[in-house]
């Protein structure tokens, strides 16, 4: 009895002993100041190196990565030819500079496991790390490199692609000048290529030197990390900086051509071929320079002007009251004539209606669709009975779609004594239209007496000779090959008769008296300009 207990005494004893040994081996290898065996940052073998070496050098190695020059070499021509390239660029910037990332302090993170917890916790964490990978992930931050490579190449990024254009010639024919495209570095092509020419971890010098015997024995039992690390490096960190070059990486900058966003492409896929209308209207003689009144010239140039080279999409509206605000904005109006309920006055903005009206007669002959329009209530000038287009700001409009399947542009010609609309897209050939407006009544001008007690008594004078009105209809007539298929009522428009103004002093109850009486407006309406009347 006494044996037995003697060797469970002695058994219990050892047990104790080797618990005591393993808890002091595992404290021991848990609180090594080295790093696991086999790990690696890239092809850089640190496992065995002291934790506080490898911060140190880790830190060396990062300045001297950051620093690593990179010489640029972009060579136009290669992409847009010699003839309109500039001479091969060059430039040299640090890998910093181009927006080199390092997530260094996620790789720091993993010391801490190392440092910090009970013995058993760091040992486990110890013995899971065994040839780990620690590489920290490298890249480039995208904003900041494109920023570099613009600053490091403007004379490169300073030339603009340039839009082609559509040339509408004399003869009405149109020609197309080609884009320009713009040459620019490739980017993302560019940063692929540079994280592939990353130096590795393993070949970047560092120079701090270790005392031998300091490293951990790899798994194969080879040679410590450390007296490696103290065979190849000398100096002090301060010359690595300085010193360690390890020469330039020279880059050819891959390089694209950027294209306009107009091209001779997209131009011709609007389907613009031909003239397919075009109406002239001339100026009253009133307008013209020689009767020394420029407003109403000024205001139809200035509208003229607002909607040439207006392209319209198939089915797209045009309203001519946003080009009317646009001219006001760009241009301004001038004092001309207006009509404010049926009598011409002076105002601003007389003239706007000839643009309309012209335009009105180019889309009636290219067959397109009229939304809006109406006509003045007197009868003008420059076109023909039920041929006019009014205008009124908040009343009356002129609108019309592009009822083809192609786009339509739209071109204006304004000189001192005439204005020309006419429209390009694309429709049949054989496809015409001929305008025609019948007067289908006059209306005789009623007589309107006023008051003159001036005249001797019994007597009338005329003031004011009046002028008939007119009922009209506007047909379209539809013709293929000549021959007419199709005919259309586009309106039928009144134009009211203006009175004749006689002053009376007959004393026969005719005194300020007219025979029909005067329209009362609720509100005045100005038409072929915007406000009226004006006085000096």
Known sequence: MPQLHIRWVRAAALALVMAAA???????????????????????AVGGLPI????????????????ERVRLSAAPASVSGPAAAPQTLTAER??????????????LSKLAPLREGSPLRRAIYRWGQRGADWTPPARFAEAKLAAALREAFAPLYAREPVDARRVVEAN???RYIPEVPAVRIDEAALLRELERLLPGWGTMEWTAGLPLGRGEAGPDGGSPAGEAVQAASSGSSDTADADADGGVIAVAVPLRLVQPPVTVETLKAQGIERKLAEYTTRYPPSALPASGSAG??????????SIQDVVLKPGELFDYATFIEQTEK?????????????KLVPGIGGGICQVSSTLYNAVLRAGLAVVERRNHSLPVSYVPLGLDATFA???????????????????????DTKLTVKLFGQAPQDVAYEIESKTLETLQPPVKYVRNPKLPQGKQQLITRGKPGYVVETYRHKKQNGVRVATELISRDTYAAQPTIMASNVGDGKDGRSDQPPPSPSKPLVEDGLKGPTFR
């Open 393 to 415: 700001s908040g009343h009356i409009n002129f609108k019309f779609r592009n009822s083809t399947e192609h786009h339509l542009l739209i071109r204006t010609y304004a000189d």
């Open 172 to 174: 009405d024919t149109i």
């Open 94 to 107: 640090t890998l910093e500079q181009l927006g080199l990332e390092l997530a260094s302090q996620e790789l």
């Open 330 to 342: 760009r241009f301004g109006f001038r004092e001309a004539p207006v009509i404010l309920n049926g």
């Open 22 to 44: 393993a808890m002091l081996s595992v404290a021991w290898y848990g609180t090594r100041p080295t790093l696991p065996a086999g790990i690696t940052v890239g092809d850089w």
């Open 296 to 305: 109403r010239l000024h205001n139809v140039k200035s509208t003229a002007a």
């Open 52 to 67: 506080d070496e490898f911060e140190r050098q880790l830190a060396a190695k990062q300045r001297l990565l950051m620093a």
